[in-house]
């Protein structure tokens, strides 16, 4: 692999083309290179791009007429998705790209996030957009690793406040690529979910002699986006062995919380037969958001601020009944082995 990064810049080059070229021109002063794909479907950019749209329909094995004559623009924009996808991941096996960067609105972040999944973690992957850290964006389409930075002022057309944000977003996937270390490969990987080692001590006890074992341990905040970056790396076949010693996440989704990993927690690892330790640690709490009002059927409880982002509250001998019944029922949906420990003391 060469010194000289490659970086795949993806947007609608018909509609901001003033704006992605901006971008690809400081990557290259930078010193990298690119590679421009289109993901347009009415317009033509006013020069070529090194992907065309046509080819990113066809990688979908449709073509941009089929797109036009759905008259439908979201089922348009999925088979864009799904052929930009495509050739994204393409694109990084036969090491032709170091690196994305996505530019766009709500269309062209629906389809960056596609683009995204497709990359190993350790390919940096960038995504400006409009609708940064906005609610529109459902957390469990978010890659584990994945950049997003909000484009202020970027709706349409060139301007200072949007080149601001577009030379560091052009610097960051670029040294990015530059800097970044691989995970290895030959490495088996340990996925953890757990909190602080103030909460639980046993990830402190586990470390050292798993990484004396030739293991690697990835240790996830129980906080809702862990989980779901976790599930995401489960997904893929990513972990040797999962430890589910923190089961919070699923007792804030039974009782409505915010602070949740999506329906889907503790299921991956068992849909791939990956196995699992798992164990009924903070089994006992609900978390909030502290920022925001807690709901009127918690608010006789006692909550502990833990800082101005979460504050946390006991859950009762009835919910803590329930999420025992919960969690051993994903469990059980395993294909591969499981064992739960049951702490005595």
């Known amino acids: 692999m060469s010194d000289a990064k490659t970086i795949l810049v993806i947007g609608t080059y018909d509609t901001k083309d003033a704006e992605l070229n901006f971008v690809c021109d400081r990557i290259r002063e930078l010193g990298g290179s690119v590679i421009a794909m289109d993901v347009s479907v009415l317009g033509d950019p006013d020069a070529p791009t090194d992907v065309s749209k046509h080819q990113v329909a066809e990688a979908a094995g449709k073509t941009i007429q089929d797109a036009i004559d759905s008259g439908d623009e979201n089922h348009a924009m999925q088979i864009m998705a799904q052929g930009a996808a495509r050739l994204t991941a393409n694109l990084h096996a036969s090491g032709k790209i170091h690196g994305m960067l996505a530019l766009g609105g709500t269309m062209g972040t629906d389809l960056a996030l596609d683009c995204a999944r497709a990359l190993p973690i350790g390919v940096p992957k960038y995504v400006v957009s409009t609708v940064a850290f906005s609610a529109l964006i459902p957390p469990e389409r978010l890659s584990a690793d994945i950049q997003m930075i909000l484009w202020a002022g970027g709706l349409y057309g060139l301007n200072e406040i949007c080149m601001a944000t577009l030379s560091q977003a052009a610097g960051a996937v670029w040294g990015a690529a530059q800097a970044v270390v691989a995970p290895d490969p030959d490495r088996p990987v340990i996925g953890m979910v757990s909190f602080g080692s103030s909460a639980l001590q046993y990830m402190v006890h586990l470390r050292q002699p798993l990484i004396d074992r030739g293991f690697s ?20 076949g990513y972990f040797a062995c999962v430890l589910e010693l923190a089961v919070a996440e699923i007792g804030n989704l039974m009782v409505g919380s915010i602070v949740n990993a999506g329906a889907h927690r503790m299921t991956a690892a068992g849909r791939r037969g990956t196995p699992i330790i798992a164990a009924p640690g903070f089994g006992d709490m609900i978390d909030f958001a502290a920022w925001q009002p807690v709901p009127e059927r918690f608010r006789d409880r006692q909550f502990h601020a833990h800082n101005r982002l979460i504050a946390s509250a006991a859950l009762t001998a009835e919910e803590r009944c329930d999420l025992s019944r919960v969690v051993p029922g994903r469990l059980k949906k395993s294909n591969g082995p499981v064992r739960f420990v049951l702490p005595t003391r």
């Open 217 to 236: 341990l990835a240790v996830f905040h129980g906080t809702g986006m862990g989980g779901m970056a976790m599930e995401s790396l489960a997904e893929q």
